[in-house]
């Protein structure tokens, strides 16, 4: 069984347009995270959730909306699409304080 | 601000030699100190961890670190490196404050040669 799953693992975009990616976790965890990965391999963590309550909000612009409809599942909306989005997006979890497990990461690709 | 230096982009090892990857933080409190390692088009995976408590930690794979208060460093350390160990690796530290966060280092990239 998958811990953190993300789908989908590839996503070629256009400029402009509007997508969605989808992570669940099956470990228990109350904690669940997005990460932006650019080429560099920076890893930058964009929005935490705890028992479905938005609790880190890092400076990302408001394209982004994060959803988690239960504490085993955080959704990542992007509207308007830029070329500076493409970037690998990793969904995570922990117990708070604990360690993370990691998605296997979406590599977006905006054209 | 708390921050994490990797001071090595990259480091080249060759297989069967020892490996030390090193890691500097920022941080006013004692932190929590973590090693995660990604291979290439993976997730992150978890190596080790230092909370409290003995300072030299193991971990998984064969791989250690050492928590040095005085030198702000938790360095990385495995004694016979394999070919299969080639990845990027990464030093986080997390604090509590305001929701758990953890801030990463930019990673130093191991290269095994035969």
Known sequence: DTAVSQTPKYLVTQMGNDKSIK?????????????????????KIMFSYNNKELIINETVPNRFSPKSPDKAHLNLHINSLELGDSAVYFCASSQVYHEQYFG???????? | AQSVTQPDIHITVSEGASLELRCNYSYGATPYLFWYVQSP?????????????DTLVQGIKGFEAEFKRSQSSFNLRKPSVHWSDAA??????????????????????LFVKA
């Not at chain 1, 992570?23 to 890893?43: P, R």
């Not at chain 2, 088009?41 to 408590?53: A, E």
């Not at chain 2, 990027?88 to 990239?109: H, N």
């Open chain 1, 23 to 43: 992570c669940e976790q099956n470990l228990g965890h109350d904690t669940m995270y997005w990460y932006k990965q650019d080429s560099k391999k920076f890893l």
């Open chain 1, 104 to 111: 296997p990461g979406t590599r977006l690709t905006v054209t």
């Open chain 2, 41 to 53: 088009g993976q997730g992150l995976q978890l190596l080790l961890k230092y909370f409290s408590g």
């Open chain 2, 88 to 109: 990027e690796y990464f030093c986080a530290v997390g604090e509590g404050t305001g929701g758990f966060k953890t801030i990463f280092g930019a990673g130093t990239r």
